[in-house]
């Protein structure tokens, strides 16, 4: 169904390519994470699962060291990769920090893949050497992020590098940046999805948050409302309020549309 080549065995699977590799029953169920095998959910989990476990065997370990990237992770995301994989905790309860790799996908060699901590694991990788030079790297770009910023206060945020928008939260220099002059050290923000964020909520329809979230697939969504952010931390605003209702979005069609003839004059 995938084109994952694999075979069967007593102890669970092997997948065939440049080596073979073992997948065990125990780690089979360790990649569906409670989904029923049967299910779309659990293929598309084991799925996900083994073609990482190809990709990362297939690279010798200085590779994956040079690919290494943070990569930000909502909390309430169903893609979230597990607490174990956690590398770091933004305050606020919103934003977990961990591991991708970029350029581990052939398809799609400009993408960070988050690798679960398991997954590694699994393969016999110590990751933890890593993770402050990926520290670094988020800073940088998030630096980079905040000359933008004020060089175009009202601009949307956009991806640095190899960070997305959900990431470059992460940087505590960025942070530092959207709520500077501002009176009470806090800003709201919209990133419904991973590719976009915007700081000027006062010029967008409340609705649009929540909208654009679920508009957005799985793989590329943000937040599905808006976050209040600080120095140092990152919230999400409370849930309760229909912003659906409140921009008259549900509202019925009218059956009768009222459109009166218009003289134009040409000048």
């Given amino acids: 169904m995938h084109d994952i080549d694999l075979l069967p065995s007593p102890n669970g699977i092997v997948l065939t390519g440049k080596r073979e590799i073992p997948i065990s029953w125990a780690e089979i169920r360790r990649a569906l994470a409670g989904a029923v095998p049967e299910s779309p959910v659990g293929r598309d989990r084991l799925k996900r699962w083994l073609e990482l476990r190809r990709w990362i065997e297939d690279r010798p370990l200085e590779d994956l060291a040079e690919r290494a990237r943070p990569y930000g992770a909502s909390v309430e995301s169903p893609l979230h990769p597990g607490l174990d994989w956690v590398r770091r905790r933004v305050l606020g309860d919103a934003l977990d920090l961990g ?24 393969a016999g990788i110590e990751a933890s050497p890593w993770w402050p030079t990926a520290v670094v790297y988020l800073e940088r770009m998030g630096e980079m992020a905040a000359e933008r910023i004020g060089r175009s206060p ?28 501002i009176a ?9 999805m991973r590719t976009r964020g915007w700081l000027d909520l006062n010029r967008i329809d409340p609705a649009f948050s929540a909208a654009a979230a679920r508009l957005t697939v799985v793989e590329e ?3 599905e409302r808006p976050l209040l952010v600080t120095r140092e931390e990152v919230a999400v605003a409370r849930g309760d309020g229909d912003p659906v209702r409140t921009a008259g979005l549900d509202e019925p069609i009218a059956d009768v549309i009222d459109i009166r003839d218009v003289l134009y004059h040409r000048n």
């Fill in 221 to 223: 969504r943000g937040f």
């Fill in 184 to 192: 009470d050290g806090m800003r709201t923000v919209a990133v419904p």
């Fill in 99 to 122: 591991f991708g790799f970029v350029g581990l996908d052939p398809a799609r060699p400009d993408l960070v893949i988050p690798v679960p901590h398991q997954l590694l694991r699994a």
């Fill in 154 to 181: 009202m601009a949307p945020l956009r991806p640095m590098g190899d960070c997305d928008v959900v990431t470059l939260l992460g940087s505590r220099t960025l942070r530092q940046a959207m709520v500077e002059g």
